[in-house]
């Protein structure tokens, strides 16, 4: 654990029921930087499986660039003009590059951590708390998440498909569709008991990915269709990216932030107190 020692001894030395008055210190504070810091150090020798994530959408748009674009022409964007379906499709996928950093990392990877090499118990051993568990593991997501989203807008802008000013909130934007997901993910992670329950990741992300607006406009769907979609996080993410893209902002993408930010601190929540139950029997 010297990944995660404190600057302080008494720190590592004190039981957490002794620091428990003083959680405000702790609480989502040093602790979580510790946590961001032991996996850091960890991923410098596994980077292959940092970047792995990465490669599924950006695939999906080189093929769909090279391919599917010449068939289709053009679609209707967000503010009703032509645009070509490349660009059409990239803020999609960038949004599910930033999904994928983050439900990757807080349901294969915390279930690994939780399971199998017992790291949240080790970390529970020092000063750390429960809550510092998770706000770290969420925050190590969101940065994974972070890091697919500034590759993915250097690609995009290296195939001029960057429409508007407005696309230097791109990165941000993805930062807070990784938090929504990044929550979700990690508080689902907290009731599985087995690598087969991780199906139910795959059925909720695949349809997702698949009917989120991803590769088509939403009018495409019959109006009862489309509120069912536009409830969906992925769909708000991918609306986010493709709106601040072409420069349509408006009020619905508040709308969009604030549906993201609430699921991913919901999620955080819940996680919290799953971790506590869990492994502070």
Avoid: C
């Avoid at 850091?40 to 020798?45: G, K, L, S």
């Avoid at 950093?101 to 750390?128: H, Q």
């Avoid at 990690?186 to 607006?213: C, G, K």
């Avoid at 109006?223 to 619905?252: D, K, M, N, S, W």
């Amino acid at each position: 654990m010297s990944d995660l020692a404190p600057s302080s001894l008494a720190l590592r030395i004190l039981p957490v029921g002794l620091l428990a008055g003083r959680g405000a210190g702790l609480r989502g504070g040093r602790g979580s930087w510790y946590l961001i810091e032991r996996h850091a150090r960890a991923y410098r020798r596994g980077w292959s499986m940092l970047v792995s994530g990465f490669f599924e959408p950006l695939f999906y748009l080189l093929s769909i660039g090279i391919g599917i674009s010449k068939l289709v022409g053009t679609v209707v964007g967000p503010g009703g003009q032509a645009i070509s379906y490349t660009s059409f499709v990239a803020p999609a996928m960038m949004a599910t590059s930033a999904m994928n950093g983050a439900v990757i990392d807080t349901t294969f990877g915390v279930f690994f951590l939780m399971k199998y090499s017992k790291v949240f118990d080790a970390v529970l051993a020092t000063p750390m708390r429960s809550t510092d568990v998770a706000n770290g593991q969420l925050g190590w997501a969101v940065i994974r998440g972070g890091l697919y989203s500034v590759s993915f807008i250097v690609v995009m802008l290296a195939m001029g498909l960057v429409h508007s000013a407005w696309a230097i909130l791109d990165v941000p934007a993805a930062l807070v569709v990784s938090l929504g997901f990044a929550g979700v993910g990690l508080a689902a992670t907290t009731f599985m008991r087995s690598w087969q329950h991780f199906e139910y990741v795959t059925l909720a992300i695949l349809p997702m990915f698949l009917f989120s607006a991803t590769f088509y406009p939403l009018n495409v769907y019959p109006r009862p269709l489309q509120i069912v979609v536009e409830a969906t996080p992925l769909y708000q993410g991918v609306a986010l990216l493709r709106g601040l893209t072409f420069g349509y902002v408006g009020p619905a993408l508040l709308w969009s932030v604030a549906y993201l930010v609430l699921m991913g601190s919901a999620g955080l929540y819940i996680a919290s107190r799953r971790i506590t139950k869990l492994l502070l029997k």
